[in-house]
């Protein structure tokens, strides 16, 4: 087998849930079929205590070349600037000791050295955007406009944002939405790379109902105290900045008021005391409320446990470009989605696949009005979309025609 090198650059750590189910997985399999990396990323230092090593072990077992480096948070800006320099201080010696001809960059960060290798080095640069990153922080307020630097920051990436679409070889775009908003921005100075669309794919092999016995249900079921008479609606993945717990807890009020007994089962890293204090609010019984912390490989086992689950998300302008991780992780376990409109594609798969509920306002009234006691979905027919919109294995492929694309000789053309 042809062994190609390819430098992978992420700001994001692979001891998140996040590195690992839109990064590592990838990696795993695309070492698989001749691609050897060599990965650099940043890594918070509580996550890495406890999931370095394994995360280590799974490089080791693909050959995947591993750098992590300290993720910095303060002082602000200087801490990211610091981090920057480090990142291309590596890239630099990694790109020449391997002799590197493809540098895959996720999001703006990642793109900043990218840009700056193929300038430098004349190395073929794949810009995987992630979304309207610049965007996203100020929709997010992270960043406020208000303020001289931040406002600073914000037009340099917005500049820096065009130039990673028009300089990079090939542009990867979570969602259509996205590729047609990029698109649509008809001026003089911009032409963009080739844009290919590639959602947040889901490990049909992991997230398959099939591989969880009735055994560890029952034992799920025990240890959380939920009953099989019970319908649980379940959440995954963060909470706050673009995920709208008030609303989700409101929505979990009309849907427990339509059975005898129920829990909302959040699968979550964040502290149990934000969303305690919202089921408070809004007089949710807190027996009714459960919150597990779970590596990326046992969020299934959690997640076959649920009967709907529930996800709402800010619809800004940003979110034309972003792809929930958890849409694809959810469909491929046959639950049926309950989500809002105006976010990426979401909704429009959600009501292609007849995979969910979409729900164009999020109201008391909107809410009332849905019926699940008499609402039934197919699992399996959910799953089955799940592979056609959301397949690592066809995220894979996607991936390596493009790197096989990048890397041929001019000659070979």
């Given amino acids: 087998m042809n062994i190609r090198p390819v430098l992978y650059l992420s700001y994001d750590g692979m001891t998140d849930p996040l590195g690992q189910s839109q990064v590592l997985s ?22 890495f205590e406890k999931h370095g090593s394994y995360i280590q072990t799974i490089c080791d077992e693909y050959k995947i ?15 990211t600037l610091r ?54 922080r100020i929709e997010g307020k992270i960043w406020n406009k208000k303020n001289p630097l931040f406002k600073l920051i914000y037009t340099y990436f917005k500049k820096k944002e065009r130039a990673f679409l028009s300089q990079s070889d090939t542009t990867i775009s979570l969602t259509h939405n996205g590729k047609k908003e990029i698109l649509s921005w008809k001026t003089k100075d911009f032409n963009p790379a080739p844009i290919e669309v590639i959602p947040c794919c889901a490990n049909l092999e992991l997230f398959n109902p099939k591989t969880i016995s009735a055994e560890q249900k029952k034992n799920n079921r025990s240890a959380l105290k939920i009953n099989t008479q019970t319908k649980v609606l379940g959440y995954i993945g963060s909470i706050g900045t673009w995920y709208m717990l008030e609303e989700m807890m409101t929505f979990y009020t009309h849907f427990r008021a339509q059975f005898h007994e129920t829990r909302f089962l959040f699968i979550s890293g964040e502290d149990p005391k934000t969303i305690i204090k919202e089921a408070k609010k809004q007089a949710v019984p807190l027996e009714e ?53 105006g976010v990426g594609d979401t909704d429009l798969i959600v009501q292609e696949s007849k995979s969910g509920i979409t729900i164009n306002k999020l109201s008391e009234t909107s809410f009332s009005q849905l019926d699940f006691k008499h609402k039934n979905f197919d699992a ?27 890397l041929l000789k001019p000659s070979e053309s």
């Fill in 26 to 47: 990838y990696l795993v399999e695309l070492s698989k079929v001749g691609f050897q990396f060599h990965l650099i990323s940043f890594e918070k230092s509580t996550l």
């Fill in 65 to 79: 070349d591993w750098k992590p480096l300290p993720y910095t948070k303060k002082p602000p800006v200087i801490a």
């Fill in 83 to 136: 981090d920057i320099r480090k990142m291309q201080q590596s890239a630099f010696l990694l790109q020449q000791k391997h002799n590197i001809k493809l540098v895959h960059c996720r999001s703006y960060i990642a793109a900043l050295v990218g840009l700056k290798l193929k300038n430098k080095r004349k190395t073929k640069l794949l810009f995987d955007m992630r979304g309207f990153w610049a965007d996203e």
């Fill in 289 to 341: 409320i459960s919150v597990i912390i779970a590596m990326h490989k046992d969020v299934p086992i959690y997640i076959s446990l649920f009967d709907f689950s529930v996800f709402f998300i800010r619809p800004t302008y940003s979110k034309k470009a972003s792809s929930p991780v958890k849409q694809g992780e959810l469909m491929a376990m046959g639950i049926p989605i309950i989500c809002n409109e």
């Fill in 380 to 406: 399996e027919h959910i799953r089955e979309q799940a592979k056609h919109y959301f397949s690592l294995e066809e995220g894979v492929k996607k991936y390596a025609r493009i790197y096989s694309k990048l």
